[in-house]
């Protein structure tokens, strides 16, 4: 495949604009085709393809995926939609990246994952970090053994969201786990290779179902203990830190979702202190193209499903030990629709 992979847009999302439109335009092997919504109303949709040079819209999403001359669709809803839509992509005959987290719980990454596997397609969740060196660097060093074993990792990413902000809802998959913590438990994941097990998990609620913030504690396979906070709306207005403690050492790491923008990586040994800087670009950009080449080559791109079924195994966990279902619990969304009918 030499031509460019010709790419359609279900819903006209704030998110794509930084995560795919900007970067597409520097790229010779991606074209964004079309785009469809049918939530906001159509004039929101011509104003969104017109601002972004988009030459082609629908009123629904089915539209766009029936038109044979798109090749591969950016999926950026909000995650309760996520695994229905990209099983539907799937079953057009189309090749996915799916805005992260991939889906509300490890059971609909599954089902999505059953759909993938019984084609040639790429599909990828955007957990964009994945796709700078920082993780490379970060796992060599861990391999290497400069630090020893690893024995304690204390994570830590949080903001300062408005109530009013589509996460705190359940019925769209919101939460502050598994809208921002997916992020240190994949780069967790990623630099230990190994997958951590959930032993206790505390949260702060904003209304009964929804974790404004969360705290839990987790251990590696291979014994060590991992301390992650997570938090849309809480005391800590920007944290996005982790540190890494070994037995010989420990790597301090500034800024792990964005390392492009600004990073600090810091590795004390018995030998001293050495602060590295790592060059890459734009993790959005490079997403883009990787996931481009995978579809033009046939290959899998670095975050495949899965890995994002792993992931999600994690976050659902958190929820269970912090007392919460998890995230698309259909028995909590038929209450939450039952409430709403009876108001």
Same mark, same amino acid.
């Given at each position: 495949m030499n031509e460019p992979v010709r790419l359609g847009i279900l819903g006209a999302a704030r998110i794509a604009p930084f995560a795919v439109l900007k970067h597409a335009r520097k790229l010779a092997t991606v074209d964004v085709v079309a785009v469809a919504e049918q939530y906001h109303a159509e004039r929101h949709l011509r104003r969104y393809a017109k601002k972004h040079g988009i030459p082609q819209t629908y009123r629904s999403f089915d539209a766009l995926l029936a038109n *044979?001359? %798109?090749? #591969?669709?950016y999926l950026p809803l909000p995650i309760g939609m996520h /695994?229905?839509?990209?099983? =539907?992509? %799937?079953? #057009? +005959?189309?090749?996915?990246?799916? =805005?992260? *987290? &991939? /889906?509300?719980? /490890?059971a609909e990454a599954e089902r999505v994952l059953v759909a993938a596997e019984q084609t040639d397609l790429v599909v990828a969740e955007a957990m964009h970090f994945r796709y700078h060196p920082l993780v490379d660097r970060v796992r060599d060093i861990i391999r290497g053994g400069e630090i020893g074993g690893v024995q304690r990792i204390e994570a830590s990413f949080s903001a300062y969201l408005p109530f009013d902000d589509f996460r705190f809802h359940y019925e769209t998959g919101g939460g502050g786990t598994i809208d921002m913590g997916c992020y *240190? %438990? /994949?780069?967790?994941?990623?630099v230990t290779e190994e997958e951590p097990a959930v032993l206790e998990a505390e949260a702060g609620l904003h209304g009964k179902l929804i974790d404004r913030w969360m705290r839990a504690r987790m251990k590696l396979p291979s014994g060590g203990e991992v301390r992650m906070f997570v938090g849309m709306r809480c005391s800590k207005l920007l944290s996005v830190s982790m540190k890494i403690e070994g037995t010989r050492g420990s790597i301090r790491i500034l800024n792990f979702v964005k390392p492009e923008v600004y990073h600090r990586l810091r590795v004390q040994t018995d030998g +001293?202190?050495?602060? =590295?800087?790592? *060059? +890459? +670009?734009?993790?959005?950009?490079?997403?883009?193209? #990787? &996931?481009?080449d995978a579809v033009r080559t046939g290959t899998q791109p670095v975050t495949t499903v899965a890995d994002s079924v792993k992931n999600m195994r994690v976050i659902d966990a958190v929820y269970l030990a912090a007392g919460l279902p998890v995230r698309g619990d259909e028995a909590v969304l038929a209450q939450l629709r039952a409430e709403k009918g009876a108001a």
């Open positions: *044979p001359d %798109i090749d #591969a669709v /695994a229905d839509w990209c099983i =539907e992509a %799937i079953d #057009a +005959g189309k090749h996915v990246l799916c =805005e992260k *987290p &991939f /889906a509300a719980n /490890a *240190p %438990i /994949a780069f967790i994941r990623a +001293g202190v050495r602060r =590295e800087h790592v *060059p +890459g +670009g734009s993790t959005y950009g490079t997403q883009l193209a #990787a &996931f481009a």
